[in-house]
């Protein structure tokens, strides 16, 4: 029986992850559209690397 709350318990910090994750994946669009908007060079790299990074993690966790 411990077993299984464990497995839930697990299975739900993944979902709440993934959920933080792609809130995150919002910000970021919207950082990184308007680093375009002002040719913000420097903010854009930062921008598409951290979605990059996001990315990677939601295909680990099999989330997109």
Partial sequence: MKQMIQIIRKADVE???VHVLKLEL???????FDAMQQKDDNQISKSKL??????VELEALHAL
Avoid: G, N, P, V
């Avoid at 951290?50 to 990315?55: D, F, T």
């Fill in 15 to 17: 979902k709440e992850y």
């Fill in 26 to 32: 919002d910000y970021e669009l919207a950082s990184l």
């Fill in 50 to 55: 951290r979605l990059q990074e996001i990315h």
